[in-house]
């Protein structure tokens, strides 16, 4: 019985080619696409589920940890969440480290739209490809368009 099958004969477009790609839109994912899309890369974020945040959206967390004293991108997702009227208050007025899921899923949209991030839901990375230096030429996802090919332009000598 076998226990694999190798299919070194498939070929798969490239879809687009982009300066930075960020494989995953969790927490640390859409901060890294957010840097780098702010600084100019072209960036392009893929996520496997229907949504941007992760362990925060698509895990139904709803509860920040590890979040105070923080600066830069997260206090800018809490400042945005609080005044989306997605942070949840204490019986005495505090602000809690719960908030409303559907809510940051809409920060983290508007934000990476503003960036400038083309985002691709729904697309799992199955492979990856090095070039020179073990650097990252491009990755392979499966997605309702089928197989597809993602090329990192920046690999220097």
Do not use: F
């Not at 299919?7 to 930075?20: G, N």
């Not at 995953?24 to 974020?45: E, F, K, M, Q, V």
């Not at 005495?92 to 990476?112: N, P, Q």
């Not at 990856?128 to 920046?154: D, F, M």
């Amino acid at each position: 019985m076998e226990r694999a099958v190798l299919h070194e004969t498939l070929a798969s477009p490239i879809v687009e080619q982009c300066d930075v790609l960020v494989c995953g839109g969790g927490p640390a994912g859409i901060s890294a696409a957010l840097a780098a899309a702010r600084a100019g890369a072209r960036t392009t974020l893929l996520e496997v589920h229907g949504c941007l945040g992760g362990i925060w959206t698509s895990g139904c967390l709803s509860w920040l940890i590890d979040y105070r004293n923080k600066t830069g991108i997260m206090l800018e997702i809490l400042e945005r969440l609080q005044e989306a009227g997605g942070r949840a208050v204490t019986l005495d007025g505090r602000l809690s480290s719960a908030y409303d899921v559907e809510t940051m899923k809409h920060v983290l949209d508007t934000m990476a739209v503003e960036a400038g991030i083309h985002v691709r839901l729904h697309t799992r990375v199955v492979a990856a490809g090095v070039g020179r230096h073990r650097r990252l030429r491009h990755v392979l996802t499966e997605s309702k368009s089928g197989r597809e090919a993602w090329a990192i332009s920046n690999e220097q000598p």
